[in-house]
Each structure stands twice: as structure tokens, then as C-alpha cells.
């Protein structure tokens, strides 16, 4: 099983529609969560971080559920600016510091 | 401006001339890493250094070498490239390693035939 697992898509929504991603991480022992954002051949820019009480910023929700071990990303009233792959990132404390594990990105697609 | 610089930007070169790739972040990082991008394995570390003269393995450091010299600089060396080192590398820095504050390189594009 993938220490970080993402539903690849893609994901083609119409433009104003609310999207959901849902990723999932194996070890139980992570500690913190994050979403990233990465456009085409670009690279990944932090987009928010997870918190166990869920967070929001604007358009963009994200919750964290550990019971389950799924982290989710809800984007509403969807712009055709937010086609790009959002890559789900776990950070584990081991022996040797922080494990940062990314997920291998749901891409999203924005269309008119 | 606050960044992390990575040069050459795209590379192609012959399997065994070594090569290397620089890194260099403006923000006084203690950390930086390197990562290779591919498809449908989504980032993996390759080497991380915790500050000057202080670096670890990734996850899937062979093949590579890294040093950490300056604070500000972090090269990423192929001795020896092979085909299945063609890939998307990124550099990246932190103050402390969390993900959080990780700043990227605009990433380097390297194809070994």
C-alpha cells in the first residue's frame, strides 16, 4: 500500500462547480498535513495546510479526519484558474527527523 | 525577491558524462532538498541536508551525490547518468523541515540517452 495515495483523475468540472478530493495516508503516526498546488511543468507552491479542526480560506476548505486517515480539499464555485494537480503531503517524525511523503496529485480541470 | 534558483533548467545529455545540477535559495535556509519528479510516482526525496556539512539520504538517493558547502548552495551531482535518471528534479529549502515552509526550485528537466 502507497504511503500517500490520491485519486489521479482527472477531474473535469464545468467553471462555479464545488470539487472534492480525498487522499489517504497509511501511517498513523503523521503529524501534520498540507496541500499543494502544482500547474503544468511548474513547481509546487504550498496552498494550505490541514488542520484537525478543518480550516478555510476562501474558496478552498480542507479537513482532516484521523480516525479514517483521509485528508480532504473541497474548492467551491470553481475558477478556470484552479486547473492544476493538488498533491496531498503527509509529514511523519522518525528517527531521523521529519518524512515529508507526497502523493502523486488529483489533476482538476476547469472548463467553460 | 525571495527564491530558489536551479540551473541549467532543461539538460540533455549521453549516459555516463557526469554532470551537475546547482541549487541556490536567498532566504537563509538551514534545509534544502533535492527530489525527482515522475510519473505516476509523484515526488521523492533524493538528498536533504539539516544545514552546512550535515546531509542524508532520501528515499532514493542512488546514483546521486550531493554537498552542502554554503548555507545558500545545495549542487546535485550524476556522476555517472544513467537513462533511468531522466526525470523532473526539484530543489527545494526550508527554515526547518516541515512542508509548510518549503519553498521550490522552478525545476530542472534532464533527459540521459
Known amino acids: 500500500r502507497k504511503e500517500v495515495e490520491q485519486d489521479p483523475g482527472p477531474f473535469n468540472v464545468p467553471e462555479g462547480a464545488t470539487v472534492a478530493f480525498n487522499c489517504t495516508y497509511s501511517?498513523?503516526?503523521?503529524?501534520?498535513f498540507f496541500w499543494y498546488r502544482q500547474d503544468c511543468r511548474k513547481e509546487p507552491k504550498l496552498l494550505m495546510s490541514v488542520y484537525s479542526s478543518g480550516n478555510e480560506d476562501g474558496r478552498f476548505t480542507a479537513q482532516l479526519n484521523r480516525a479514517s486517515q483521509y485528508i480532504s480539499l473541497l474548492i467551491r464555485d470553481s475558477k478556470l484558474s484552479d486547473s492544476a494537480t493538488y498533491l496531498c503531503?503527509?509529514?511523519?517524525?522518525?528517527?531521523?527527523?521529519?518524512?515529508?511523503?507526497f502523493g502523486t496529485g488529483t489533476q482538476l480541470k476547469v472548463e467553460l | 525577491e525571495a527564491q530558489v534558483t536551479q540551473n541549467p533548467r532543461y539538460l540533455i545529455t549521453v549516459t555516463g558524462k557526469k554532470l551537475t545540477v546547482t541549487c541556490s535559495q536567498n532566504m537563509n535556509h538551514e534545509y534544502m532538498s533535492w527530489y525527482r519528479q515522475d510519473p505516476g510516482l509523484g515526488l521523492r526525496q533524493i538528498y536533504y541536508?539539516?544545514?552546512?556539512?550535515?546531509?542524508d539520504k532520501g528515499d532514493v538517493p542512488e546514483g546521486y551525490k550531493v554537498s552542502r558547502k554554503e548555507k545558500r548552495n545545495f549542487p546535485l551531482i550524476l556522476e555517472s547518468p544513467s537513462p533511468n535518471q531522466t526525470s523532473l528534479y526539484f530543489c527545494?529549502?526550508?527554515?526547518?523541515?516541515?512542508?509548510?515552509?518549503?519553498?521550490f526550485g522552478p525545476g530542472t528537466r534532464l533527459t540521459v540517452t
Open positions: 503531503v503527509v509529514n511523519t517524525v522518525t528517527g531521523g527527523g521529519n518524512k515529508l511523503t
Open positions: 501511517n498513523s503516526a503523521s503529524q501534520s
Open positions: 541536508s539539516m544545514n552546512v556539512e550535515v546531509t
Open positions: 527545494a529549502s526550508s527554515t526547518r523541515q516541515s512542508a509548510d515552509e518549503q519553498y
